[in-house]
């Protein structure tokens, strides 16, 4: 990772200059053995908290505690489902999981099919990009300046994912979803944030803390368990 972000910095690195992905993933993801605690705290819904369990990239559980009940998002081998008590559902993999715990470990072809099914252009990319006291590279725009168009930011020099912007339709027109990460450390081998923030239009919606961090967890495997009936027939 080393001399790739040191490649990227010189243009006499032939042939390594749009080898992007070197900086941001390929850092070996078996045993990882996460076991963490986030606080949701500012805007956003009071008295939320998130426990994290990663045993690898391939089985990863986040459990979502609300005032007025909880749920729970398992991805279990490229499957992702949310868990409430009286149902579940096939979701796309969950942007907290997906942005806090597994880019620096997917390698190269799940990073990219993940990045393009959220819509980003990984062929369009921009370079020393600045952002909140970060250089970056940009993918998704060539320009790397653009706020409407689905984009993510590294930062150039640790590979750390320091923002991702998606836009999604709705009933009023497009939505841009604005998903901000901060206070990076190195762990496993990556950097990995602190603290996740949504913003949109109107600024912060909401604010998730990382309150406390195990390592080497030997996670049991029926944690990782998913459903496998149909889901209840609401559609849902």
Same mark, same amino acid.
Request: net charge positive; aromatic share 10%.
């Given at each position: 990772?080393l001399l790739?972000a040191?490649?990227l ?5 032939a042939?390594?200059?749009d080898?992007?992905?070197d ?16 606080v949701?705290s500012g805007?956003g819904?009071g008295?939320m908290? +998130? ?5 690898s990239?391939d089985?990863?559980?986040?459990d979502?505690?609300l005032?007025?009940?909880g749920?729970?998002? +398992? ?24 942005l806090?715990?597994?880019?620096p470990?997917?390698?190269?072809k799940?990073?990219v099919?993940m990045l ?6 990984t062929?369009? +990319?921009?370079r020393? +990009? ?5 250089r970056c590279i940009?993918?998704g725009?060539?320009g790397?300046t653009q706020?409407d168009?689905p984009?993510?930011?590294f930062d150039?020099?640790?590979g ?7 836009v999604?339709p709705s009933?009023?027109g497009m939505?841009v979803?604005?998903?901000?990460l901060f206070?990076?450390?190195q762990?496993?081998g990556a950097?990995?944030?602190k ?9 912060r919606?909401?604010?998730?803390e990382?309150?406390?961090a195990r390592e080497g967890v030997?996670?049991p495997t029926a ?11 609401s559609?849902?």
């Open positions: 990772m790739a040191l490649c910095g010189f243009a006499g690195c042939g390594e200059s080898k992007w992905w900086l941001v993933t390929g850092v070996p993801g078996g045993a990882l053995g996460f076991e963490d605690r986030w949701a805007s819904r008295g908290s +998130v426990a994290a369990h990663v045993q990239v089985l990863a559980r986040l979502f505690s005032p007025g009940g749920y729970a998002v +398992v991805h279990h081998r490229g499957r992702t489902v949310q868990v409430h008590p009286d149902r579940w559902e096939e979701v796309a993999v969950d942007r907290t999981l997906f806090t715990y597994q880019i470990f997917l390698g190269r799940r990073l099919r393009t099914e959220l819509g980003i252009d062929e369009a +990319v921009a020393d +990009v600045p952002w909140e006291d970060h940009v993918i725009t060539g790397g706020t168009v984009t993510i930011y150039e020099e640790t750390a994912v320091v923002r991702l912007v998606t999604t009933k009023i939505r979803g604005d998903f901000r206070d990076h450390e762990r496993a950097y990995l944030p603290r996740f923030e949504r913003w949109n239009s109107r600024g919606r909401s604010r998730m990382r309150t406390a030997d996670h944690l990782f368990q998913m459903p496998t009936a149909p889901p209840a027939a559609g849902l």
